[in-house]
């Protein structure tokens, strides 16, 4: 079976650290992207991460572990644009890309 | 570059009718994917294209059916429409490998009544 997890709901604060977990069970494995969605717009590409550790990307990191089948996106010095849905995506073994449901944030000022 | 674009970016129809949309990738990209989101299921797998050869494909009945050109243009089709249908339909260009990338396009939003 598969199963990708991640809160519905965040709330952090202007200026904050917030982390956004994910974990999978899924047939396979390849890797995991991360994406963001605003309201109303098509979901746009933060990472993917193949290999276990830690990916910096400006105010965005990305971290893996794929023998505990987690992962979590770091965004840091939080601004109200980034309130918005996150999407945690494994890349299976198969090639088929599977989502979670998403975590939606919002960023309070 | 250009992006992903998708055609129409609206659409109504009513039940029974059939819809086709489509998808052009970002230049160079062979790998074409189709999802369904919506509010209540999130985004869901449809089928994805791969050098106009079919892939993979999602738990989605044979009403739904998709195709990719010589050029990586494609397009998925979707027969009878029923109002459980009404969605955001959204294309996604990729890369493979360690590097592997995804982009979205704006999507098609489908309205069934």
């Known amino acids: 079976g598969q199963n990708i997890d991640q809160p519905t709901e965040m709330t952090a604060t202007e200026g904050a650290i917030v982390q956004i977990n994910c974990t999978y069970q899924?047939?396979?494995?390849?890797?995991l992207f991360w994406y963001q969605q605003h309201a109303g717009e098509a979901p746009t590409f933060l990472s993917y991460n193949v290999l276990d550790g830690l990916e910096e990307k400006g105010r965005f990191s990305s971290f893996l572990s794929r023998s505990k089948g987690y992962s979590y996106l770091l965004l840091k010095e939080l601004q109200m644009k980034d309130s918005a849905s996150y999407l945690c995506?494994?890349?299976?073994?198969?090639?088929?890309?599977?989502f979670g449901k998403g975590t939606r944030l919002h960023i309070l000022p | 570059k250009a992006g992903v674009t998708q055609t129409p970016r609206y659409l109504i129809k009513t039940r029974g009718q059939q819809v086709t949309l489509s998808c052009s990738p970002i230049s160079g990209h062979r790998s074409v994917s189709w999802y369904q989101q919506t509010p209540g299921q999130g985004l869901q797998f449809l089928f994805e294209?791969?050098?106009?050869?079919?892939?993979n494909k999602g738990n989605f009945p044979g009403r739904f059916s998709g195709r990719q050109f010589s050029n990586s243009r494609s397009e998925m089709n979707v027969s009878t429409l029923e109002l459980g249908d009404s969605a955001l339909y959204l294309c996604a260009s990729s890369t493979t490998g360690e590097k592997a990338t995804q982009y979205f396009g704006p999507g098609t939003r489908l309205l069934v009544l």
């Open positions: 294209y791969f050098s106009e050869t079919q892939r």
């Open positions: 995506a494994v890349n299976r073994r198969d090639d088929k890309i599977i």
């Open positions: 899924t047939s396979g494995f390849n890797g």
